[in-house]
């Protein structure tokens, strides 16, 4: 662990699930639609988000493991109709609605930066940590997650004195709310008071700029509620509006375009609306608490929005190092793609804030449309906050080598589309929930524990 300071930002990573597959459930997200039915492999998907998870824990950082969510879902399937013990229930899905069974098995859960929206205790009013779980109204296999991932938080998070979890907002398209992948924080270090920034994809009921293409799934209205649950100040909020065109083009999160941490925002030029008046609003807010700020912004002569969809180069973890080098946290795709290589390569002879680019295979989870920043969740915490979380979670060579090994026991190294309608798919899955739930020290999270 590094050194322990007054406060420090955790990364916790949702662990891939037993029934991690391509159903190409997510329209806008090009990776997924792409790689739609093809066959996937949970067990590979699992350990390289594990390792990853592990580098990062030996390198100096917070690190902290979530929980997939229950796989499938047989309570989504009894809820639209389908009736009968729990093998039957997924036999008459696979039949009659293959759709609904590839929604109640999917493994979203993995990428947690969907999962809320987290405000440190050094910005909000009443002085502690808040949560509140995103609706992801958008879409069906995602809208099922809220409820289970508030269970998972206030496991982790139990303390109320500490923390607050809200519960998700209304699920209406109007507050349609994505979490921390709309979600950033700058701050000059991580225990002052700071500035979030909020990104939204629209406005319910004002005018403005659309997409054409693909839907815009965060709205302006959903952003400024989560600021208002948080109590958030005027003057520690920024709300910016992607564009729309990336949006057509594939970035249906901001944090496609774009990733901030600390004093400096890392995106693509095309990112937001009237994107210069963002970053004057950022800069003036942040200077009134003697922040300085710093735009790193990618042109689209050098790399264009297309190669950072492919190459998800800003889908990526922008870390502060415990000796104040700043760590850029890449998929191997950024690699494969000659111009965004060229680009990284480039940072060495530049002066900019990016001291060292990390790379890491997360394959399995780039076929399915979600890289670094995609897995993980960012929890601001101070040195009593951290003592309050459940000890459980914190990634360790014993937490690393139990789950290698409940990895190796539970998960399949192979899952085609028609294997969802195996019923010994949903034993599997909840044999090792079950186990998982009893070495993380949660309780009874899930349906069938309770």
């Keep these: 662990m590094m050194q322990a300071s007054k406060a420090f930002e955790a990364n916790f990573d949702g662990l891939v699930g037993p029934t991690h597959n391509y159903a190409g459930l997510s329209f806008g997200n090009v990776a997924s639609r792409n790689n739609e039915k093809s066959v996937a492999n949970p067990k590979a998907a699992a350990k390289q988000g594990l390792r990853k998870m592990k580098r990062l824990a030996d390198l100096g950082f917070y690190q902290g493991v979530l929980p997939p969510l229950e796989r499938p879902s047989v309570r989504l399937l009894r809820d639209v109709g389908f009736s009968g013990d729990d093998a039957t229930v997924i036999a008459r899905a696979a039949r009659e609605a293959p759709e609904l069974l590839a929604a109640a ?34 879409k069906l296999h995602r809208a099922i997650e809220h409820g289970e991932t508030r269970r998972t938080l ?31 924080r700058f701050a000059r270090e991580y225990g002052a008071k700071g500035v979030e920034f909020f990104v939204y994809g629209r406005s319910e009921y004002r005018q403005g700029p659309q997409p054409q293409r693909y839907p815009a799934r965060q709205t302006l209205e959903a952003s400024r509620a989560v600021a208002r649950l948080h109590g958030l100040a005027d003057d520690a909020t920024v709300f910016a509006q992607q564009s729309p065109d990336v949006i057509d083009a594939g970035v249906f999160h901001n944090d496609v375009i774009a990733v901030g941490n600390r004093t400096t925002l890392f995106c ?52 502060s190092a415990a000796d104040g080098r700043q760590l850029l946290v890449v998929p191997q795709e950024c690699r494969e793609n000659a111009r965004v290589a060229a680009y990284l390569d480039s940072l060495a002879s530049r002066a900019t804030p990016i001291d060292e680019v990390l790379v890491f295979d997360l394959r399995e989870s780039m076929k399915n449309g979600g890289g670094p920043a995609c897995l993980r969740l960012r929890v601001v915490l101070n040195d009593a906050e951290r003592a309050a979380v459940n000890p459980r979670v914190w990634m360790n060579d014993a937490l690393f080598a139990q789950l290698d090994t409940w990895i190796d026991t539970h998960y399949r190294d192979r899952l085609a589309p028609a294997d969802l309608a195996d019923p010994k798919l949903l034993a599997e899955s909840r044999a090792a929930l079950d186990e998982l739930t009893t070495l993380l020290g949660l309780g009874a999270v899930y349906d069938f524990q309770r």
């Design 268 to 319: 693509h030029e095309r990112a937001f609306v009237d994107q210069h008046k963002v970053y004057d609003e950022l800069r003036a807010k942040l200077d009134a608490h003697g922040t300085p700020f710093t735009a790193l912004e990618v042109p689209e002569s050098e790399v264009s929005v297309e190669d950072a969809v492919s190459s998800y180069l800003f889908n990526s973890q922008l870390l």
């Design 105 to 138: 098995s999917s493994a979203s859960s993995m990428w947690t930066a969907n999962a809320a929206t987290v405000s440190p205790s050094a910005d909000t009013e009443d002085g502690r940590v808040h949560f509140t779980p995103a609706n992801l109204a958008a």
């Design 154 to 184: 206030a496991a982790i998070f139990a303390d109320e004195a500490r923390f607050r979890i809200h519960h998700a907002l209304p699920g209406t398209p109007a507050l349609g709310d994505e979490g921390a992948a709309n979600h950033t």
